[in-house]
């Protein structure tokens, strides 16, 4: 399941970065809690997201080609608000959170950013990513507009800093299953975006 390796910054640009091939990453007994252990010492080794960050995807991809098990777990989308999440990991005091979610056909996210660093692959389904930025209007200091957008599929992965502002929405007839890792929230970076209000308030 070869795909594209995306960086997205804080300022909605986007760029494919250098992939690892599939065959590269073949190893045995590779386990969630090894993945976990990996990705934590990225965290401590590397200071800055643009270095943690296409780490993390070399991680992802090696975790989703030998751990069937850990991939294969999501749940069906909860059929009034369109989207479920199975947690697969989230440890008091430990800065990672690693779930699935799924999306029903046409579901649309609201506009946001994270407050953390993300890693998302797309398993199943396709994804339409839409990406923002702040104007730097003095009047409206929340104003946001749009950069782009890029349609993801099966095997694509992509990464994000803790201020990039995007919307996600599922395209196609069936549900889109992601696996998504996330570093720690700044809750007070979080937020939700309205284009149209010109405002922001905490998510």
């Excluded at 599929?153 to 994000?160: E, H, M, N, R, W």
Aim: charge should be negative; proline fraction near 4%; glycine fraction near 6%.
């Amino acid at each position: 399941m070869q795909g594209k390796d995306w960086f997205v910054t804080g300022d909605g640009q986007y760029q494919v970065c250098k992939s690892v091939r599939d065959w590269n990453l073949l190893r045995d007994n590779y386990r969630l809690y090894r993945f976990l252990t990996e990705v934590e010492d990225v965290l401590n080794r590397l200071e800055s997201e643009s270095a943690q960050l296409p780490e993390i995807r070399l991680l992802v991809r090696r975790l989703l080609v030998n751990c069937y098990g850990v991939t294969s777990q999501f749940l069906v989308a909860d059929p009034n608000t369109g989207i479920s999440v199975l947690l697969l990991y989230d440890e008091l005091g430990f800065p990672l959170t690693v779930q699935m979610v799924t999306f029903a056909p046409g579901t649309v996210s609201n506009i946001h950013n994270h407050g953390t660093w993300g890693v998302v692959a797309i398993l199943k389904g396709r994804e339409k990513n839409t990406f923002w930025r702040r104007k730097n209007c003095l009047d409206f200091p929340d104003s946001i507009e749009t950069t782009g957008e890029i349609d993801l599929f099966p095997g694509d992965i992509i990464s994000f800093t803790q201020d990039t502002i995007h919307s996600v929405q599922a395209l196609g007839d069936e549900p889109t299953v992601t696996f998504n890792i996330y570093g720690e929230t700044d809750s007070k970076r979080r937020f939700e975006f309205d284009p149209v209000k010109q405002i922001a308030k905490k998510f």
